[in-house]
């Protein structure tokens, strides 16, 4: 039996054993008119024209289409089996991420509508099937030039150019079934008292009974609590006996065995505080610097996707022999599974929203990033390794007519980020134009270690210098907040430089890459007022050949030199 792509659980931290994994082979169709409901493709006897390998996007190597022109819009349709004990109780079909709007048909019946293209969203088809087989089918509209449609990275002309790259349109993340009974479990959320000694699981119940749950660390059961419901919003307080703070390099995660009424979920969680206090960053209450790097989450063969589950987790460990405690997860919202081995590693990360592509000057842009980002911080609230977030990238006026930004949208989302968890910073615009935030962040790709530095060397006095460094936009420094430089180096180094683009002039040896680094790293490790870094990039991403690794993730040096150099004590770190 050929092995599907992608087997594992999408996400460990809300697992039932009862589900099924719906990757591998769908029948497939470019729909570049965007008439497929028009044209009946839903109907059980509509064959599409082609098959395609789940979850890849049709872009991609892995996917078997590799089309890589703009689409519109593309179907895909399969069946599954059920059986009748299955339908005793209720069946929902679940979707990692789908770029970007999409409509569900099961059995010739319209199921429902989601808009997004990077967040996970289900479906309760219970009522739609039918003891046996079931045809399914999924209908995506995709735009990457709509300015109404967040796109991140994606190119919108047909070559990847510059810092964008090939598109992803339709399914990229696994489809799954889930089995549950009536009375089940819909959401978990965690939170903790100010010792770590208690856990307040915050939950959402479908149906009355009794909802319990054990907590253990290492296989040893270290607190558990019951209550009855009638159903809806329930928060049960557990007390534990043992606490372990989750840290770098120490997941120390908790695992969580959750059961309502036969509804049976595996869970975990890790305890941890973050905050500014000052120009510093506290991570349990010490001072601790963000050594960060750009990972966009991209891959030469799935595009979005990463190939197997290994792939994630190499990602974090190419990070990590350079010497990087954290990530910026860059204009993409990365899938549970990745995060889970950041929770599990102890390695920290800045959940952004894929913000390029809309038009941040229409206050009707609102409703494009507004939701979406609402879902995002639901989905992965729970995530320990998650140490803030950052909705926007660089809002600059829009258009060749530079219109401006509408500030109002930056504030509330900024807002409704902090009302939604209080508990992460919120960066609101990560370089460009910043209304609010809680910290003063800064992208600047001088390759100058002196100029460079100058930039930052009489901070928190000189206001007026930062605010020329970024292609000279407005920037709101006062003095008071931390500095985060996010974006900086980018240094050039390719095999086939007439293809490939960089920053700046590129270094000319292995020995002048090395020692650019070192300039431009220990101005900000020794600057007593900057909190944390975040070098561009990990990889190279296509044509833009920057990366400390290449594309396919060989180093281009010896990551121990780059350890070495950011492994020194930082001048604001305890």
């Not at 100010?194 to 040893?220: H, P």
């Not at 036969?262 to 941890?272: A, L, N, P, Q, T």
Request: hydrophobic share 30%; proline share 5%; with cysteine.
């Amino acid at each position: 039996m050929k092995r599907i792509p992608r087997p594992e659980h999408p996400n460990p931290q809300f697992l039932r054993e009862n589900f099924l994994n719906l990757n591998g082979t769908w029948q497939f169709e470019i729909d570049n008119g965007a008439t497929a409901e028009n044209r009946e493709l839903y109907k059980k006897s509509a064959k599409l024209k082609q098959s395609i390998n789940v979850p890849f996007c049709p872009e991609s190597k892995l996917s078997g289409v590799k089309h890589i022109d703009q689409m519109a819009g593309v179907v895909y349709k399969r069946s599954v089996f059920v059986t009748p004990e299955q339908l005793e109780g209720l069946i929902f079909i679940n979707f990692g991420a789908v770029d970007y709007s999409c409509v569900l048909y099961v059995n010739e019946k319209r199921v429902g509508e989601h808009k997004g293209g990077y967040v996970s969203f289900k479906f309760n088809i219970t009522e739609f099937l039918e003891d046996g087989f079931n045809d399914v089918t999924l209908i995506v509209k995709d735009d990457s030039r709509n300015p109404m449609i967040p796109s991140g990275k994606q190119s919108g002309d047909y070559y990847s150019v510059g810092c964008y790259y090939t598109r992803t349109t339709g399914i990229w993340q696994t489809v799954w079934l889930e089995y549950t009974p009536k009375k089940y479990i819909e959401s978990i959320k965690y939170s903790f008292n100010s010792d770590f000694t208690e856990v307040f699981m915050e939950t959402e119940l479908v149906g009355d009974g009794e909802f319990a749950a054990s907590v253990f660390f290492n296989g040893k059961k270290v607190g558990s609590g019951s209550l009855k419901t009638y159903g809806g919003r329930e928060t049960l307080i557990i007390s534990l006996s043992e606490t372990h703070l989750w840290d770098l390099g120490q997941g120390n995660l908790y695992d969580v065995k959750l059961n309502f009424e036969g509804d049976e979920v595996k869970s975990y969680f890790g305890m941890r505080s973050v905050k500014f206090n000052g120009y510093k960053f506290l991570l349990n209450g010490r001072s601790v610097f963000q050594r960060t790097v750009l990972d966009q989450g991209f891959y030469p063969d799935g595009i979005y996707t990463a190939p197997t589950e290994k792939d994630l987790e190499k990602d974090i460990e190419l990070s990590l022999s350079c010497g990087f405690n954290g990530a910026r997860l860059h204009q993409k919202i990365f899938e549970p599974r990745f995060l889970y081995h950041c929770d599990r590693l102890g390695y920290m990360v800045w959940g952004e929203y894929p913000s390029w592509g809309l038009d941040n000057s229409d206050p009707q842009s609102i409703y494009s990033i507004l939701p979406e980002w609402m879902a995002e911080i639901k989905r992965d609230f729970n995530h320990p390794s998650i140490i803030g977030w950052c909705p926007q990238n660089e809002s600059w006026h829009y258009g060749e007519d530079g219109r401006r930004h509408f500030k109002p949208a930056i504030q509330m989302i900024y807002d409704i980020t902090k009302a939604l968890d209080s508990t992460r910073p919120c960066i609101d615009v990560s370089g460009g134009f910043q209304v609010a935030g809680d910290a003063f962040d800064i992208h600047t790709y001088d390759q100058n270690p002196e100029s460079f530095n100058s930039y930052f060397k009489d901070l928190p006095e000189d206001k007026q210098t930062l605010k020329k460094v970024w292609m000279g936009s407005e920037l709101n420094y006062d003095g008071k907040k931390p500095v985060f430089v996010s974006e900086f180096g980018g240094m050039l180094w390719s095999e086939n430089k007439e293809n490939a683009w960089g920053y700046g002039d590129g270094p000319k040896t292995e020995e002048e890459f090395v020692e650019r680094f070192r300039g431009l790293s220990n101005c900000l490790l020794n600057n007593p007022y900057i909190f944390g870094l975040c070098y561009t990039q990990l990889t190279d991403v296509e044509q833009e050949q920057n990366g400390l690794f290449y594309y396919n993730r060989e180093p281009k040096f010896s990551p121990q030199k780059f350890k070495d150099i950011l492994s020194q004590k930082a001048a604001i770190e305890d």
